[in-house]
């Protein structure tokens, strides 16, 4: 019952733009509770914190790789956090997963991914 998928992912050549969004259903608490985040994942390669965002005061953080270039988002009315990437690079290549978490209640929900290649 409880899920959050993920979209918005496909190829794009280096330099372009993707936004990726996660819709999610059936949590057992109200969205703007939990903190969101996304991450990413590249084949033999560990997961990755990209972005995350706070719940009232949608603070925002960003990995060294990633900031000026992805912008992190949320709209509560629509239970959706949405990733902004632009400027893409090879090796932004991944499999991009969006993560929400109630306080420190172990590792979140998490949704099934969605794969972003860069490539020319």
């Known amino acids: 019952q409880l899920q959050l998928v993920e979209s918005g992912g496909g190829l794009v050549q280096p330099g372009g733009s993707l936004k990726l969004s996660c819709v999610a259903s059936?949590?057992?608490?109200?969205?703007?509770?939990?903190?969101l985040r996304w991450y990413r994942q590249a084949p033999g390669k560990e997961r990755e914190l990209v972005a995350s965002?706070?719940?009232?005061?949608?603070?925002?953080n960003y990995a060294d790789s990633v900031a000026g270039r992805f912008t992190i988002s949320r709209d509560d009315r629509k239970n959706t956090a949405y990733l902004q990437m632009n400027s893409l690079k090879p090796e932004d290549t991944a499999v991009y997963y969006c993560?929400?978490?109630?306080?420190?209640?172990?590792?979140?929900?998490w949704g099934q991914g969605t794969q972003v290649t860069v490539s020319s």
């Open positions: 993560n929400a978490r109630f306080l420190n209640y172990g590792d979140g929900f």
């Open positions: 965002i706070a719940t009232a005061n949608t603070k925002t």
């Open positions: 059936g949590f057992p608490r109200p969205f703007n509770t939990y903190v």
